[in-house]
């Protein structure tokens, strides 16, 4: 290997003074620094620390020193260029200091990073308290109300079933008892009560199944008034029967009925209805939902609703758009239409209340549940927390400025007169409740 005048120099004396240390105890400076090209400073002489008794080396100055790295021997580049204790020359100059830079070389270390665990220093040298973990942030908030849906969960024969939401059946009778201190107007002119009580059970039937296909986005009120007008001017020798809606004109049914929405779609579906009922029913309504189905303008809302009032069979739940909506409110399932609605409740809510849901629910929205702007404030439920979706109004303090006109009379004179302004707390009811922009109408 090609060493270096001044190795070469050094060695030479190393080896005269110490004549007992080997030549193998002199570390050359090319073999600290083999691989950079550096700037060197004037050499002095410095103490192998490998070297058993204590052979001298020399010592090179570095001007713009690169990151430690460590030798053939072991020892880093930062021990070797800082400044020892046993240094014999006294023109030691210590290197200037490195450069700071954010990006981090290629081989350099990486600070080590010292955990505390009472407080902190930041930058600025002041001292800091450690953050509260994020459990404990947690805990001292309130908690709210967590939606709970219906789960299917795997039975012991390996059948899926579901099983019921948390709180469901005290949720169903705080609702039941609600509705009986406020009167709906699904109680009074719901379409299982419009028919006749006079007329025949094929009569009441039909008149029960057009009271239905009229109330489809219409108005419990409105509803009932249509039906009375057919009952009534219909035909004034039969009434409200099968062979009236045969012979009636579509433009006499059309009047009659006006008051419903889409009256003149709805004029098609019952002459239309008609015909089929006589062609292929024998006069009377169909008593399967298959049946039922297949008559224009009647869905499976109308056919479940048509078998539970008129048949008396309970074979599903008629889910209307209160019903879809109050439960999805309540958390008792997340679905997008009504008919996954009563796929979820039929899953789980016993078939004995599948009646009695319907009228339930839609009275509940009629009178408290409202589609736009809910009387959350007057619901047992919100006050009890079972409904994640209440909105409670607050109250509010509003400074109010008011003008104060003072006069001063002296034996009826007015001898002064000034306004004074006041401010004047009053309490202001600040209703919170998100008004839901929808088009769904009672039914």
């Given at each position: 290997?090609?060493?270096?005048?001044?190795?070469?120099?050094?060695?030479?004396?190393?080896?005269?003074?110490?004549?007992?240390?080997?030549?193998?105890?002199?570390?050359?400076?090319?073999?600290?620094?083999?691989?950079?090209?550096?700037?060197?400073?004037?050499?002095?002489?410095?103490?192998?620390?490998?070297?058993?008794?204590?052979?001298?080396?020399?010592?090179?100055?570095?001007?713009?020193?690169?990151?430690?790295?460590?030798?053939?021997?072991?020892?880093?580049?930062?021990?070797?260029?800082?400044?020892?204790?046993?240094?014999?020359?006294?023109?030691?100059?210590?290197?200037?200091?490195?450069?700071?830079?954010?990006?981090?070389?290629?081989?350099?270390?990486?600070?080590?990073?010292?955990?505390?665990?009472?407080?902190?220093?930041?930058?600025?040298?002041?001292?800091?308290?450690?953050?509260?973990?994020?459990?404990?942030?947690?805990?001292?908030?309130?908690?709210?109300?967590?939606?709970?849906?219906?789960?299917?969960?795997?039975?012991?024969?390996?059948?899926?079933?579901?099983?019921?939401?948390?709180?469901?059946?005290?949720?169903?009778?705080?609702?039941?008892?609600?509705?009986?201190?406020?009167?709906?107007?699904?109680?009074?002119?719901?379409?299982?009560?419009?028919?006749?009580?006079?007329?025949?059970?094929?009569?009441?039937?039909?008149?029960?199944?057009?009271?239905?296909?009229?109330?489809?986005?219409?108005?419990?009120?409105?509803?009932?008034?249509?039906?009375?007008?057919?009952?009534?001017?219909?035909?004034?020798?039969r009434g409200f029967c099968l062979e009236a809606l045969l012979d009636v004109e579509p433009a006499r049914l059309n009047e009659l009925i006006a008051k419903v929405g889409f009256h003149n779609?709805?004029?098609?579906?019952?002459?239309?209805?008609?015909?089929?009922?006589?062609?292929?029913?024998?006069?009377?309504?169909?008593?399967?939902?298959?049946?039922?189905?297949?008559?224009?303008?009647?869905?499976?809302?109308?056919?479940?609703?048509?078998?539970?009032?008129?048949?008396?069979?309970?074979?599903?739940?008629?889910?209307?758009?209160?019903?879809?909506?109050?439960?999805?409110?309540?958390?008792?399932?997340?679905?997008?239409?009504?008919?996954?609605?009563?796929?979820?409740?039929?899953?789980?809510?016993?078939?004995?209340?599948?009646?009695?849901?319907?009228?339930l629910l839609v009275g509940f929205g009629q009178t408290i549940c409202l589609p736009v702007g809910r009387k959350c404030g007057e619901c047992v439920l919100s006050q009890r927390g079972l409904?994640?979706?209440?909105?409670?109004a607050k109250e509010v303090k509003k400074r109010v400025k008011k003008e104060v006109k003072v006069e001063m009379a002296v034996e009826g004179v007015v001898v002064k007169e000034e306004v004074?302004?006041?401010?004047?707390?009053?309490?202001?009811?600040?209703?919170?409740?998100?008004?839901?922009?929808?088009?769904?109408?009672?039914?």
């Amino acid at each position: 290997m090609r060493t270096s005048r001044n190795s070469r120099e050094t060695a030479k004396a190393a080896s005269t003074i110490h004549p007992h240390n080997p030549v193998e105890d002199v570390i050359p400076a090319e073999r600290i620094f083999t691989k950079h090209s550096l700037t060197v400073a004037p050499a002095t002489r410095l103490r192998n620390p490998k070297a058993k008794d204590g052979a001298l080396v020399e010592h090179i100055g570095v001007e713009n020193r690169r990151p430690a790295k460590v030798d053939h021997y072991g020892s880093s580049e930062s021990e070797l260029s800082a400044p020892p204790s046993d240094i014999e020359d006294a023109s030691y100059t210590s290197p200037p200091e490195r450069p700071t830079s954010r990006k981090r070389k290629r081989g350099a270390v990486a600070p080590v990073k010292h955990e505390t665990t009472s407080k902190t220093t930041n930058t600025t040298g002041i001292r800091q308290s450690p953050r509260k973990p994020t459990s404990e942030i947690a805990s001292s908030t309130p908690k709210k109300v967590v939606r709970q849906p219906a789960k299917r969960v795997s039975g012991p024969n390996g059948t899926l079933a579901t099983s019921p939401p948390a709180n469901w059946e005290e949720v169903y009778n705080l609702t039941v008892e609600m509705r009986k201190r406020v009167l709906a107007p699904v109680d009074t002119m719901g379409c299982e009560s419009l028919a006749e009580d006079t007329r025949s059970p094929r009569d009441r039937r039909l008149q029960t199944l057009v009271a239905l296909m009229l109330s489809s986005q219409t108005k419990d009120t409105v509803t009932a008034f249509a039906i009375r007008n057919l009952q009534q001017n219909l035909d004034a020798e039969r009434g409200f029967c099968l062979e009236a809606l045969l012979d009636v004109e579509p433009a006499r049914l059309n009047e009659l009925i006006a008051k419903v929405g889409f009256h003149n779609n709805k004029v098609k579906y019952i002459k239309a209805t008609a015909l089929i009922l006589r062609d292929r029913f024998g006069g009377d309504i169909p008593d399967t939902i298959e049946g039922l189905v297949s008559l224009p303008g009647v869905g499976p809302k109308m056919a479940y609703l048509t078998m539970s009032a008129a048949w008396g069979r309970h074979e599903g739940i008629g889910v209307d758009v209160h019903v879809h909506r109050i439960t999805n409110l309540w958390g008792w399932h997340k679905t997008n239409t009504p008919e996954q609605t009563r796929a979820q409740l039929e899953a789980w809510l016993p078939k004995e209340k599948w009646h009695d849901i319907n009228a339930l629910l839609v009275g509940f929205g009629q009178t408290i549940c409202l589609p736009v702007g809910r009387k959350c404030g007057e619901c047992v439920l919100s006050q009890r927390g079972l409904c994640p979706s209440a909105v409670v109004a607050k109250e509010v303090k509003k400074r109010v400025k008011k003008e104060v006109k003072v006069e001063m009379a002296v034996e009826g004179v007015v001898v002064k007169e000034e306004v004074k302004d006041e401010l004047v707390e009053e309490d202001v009811l600040a209703d919170s409740t998100k008004v839901e922009q929808s088009a769904e109408t009672d039914v």
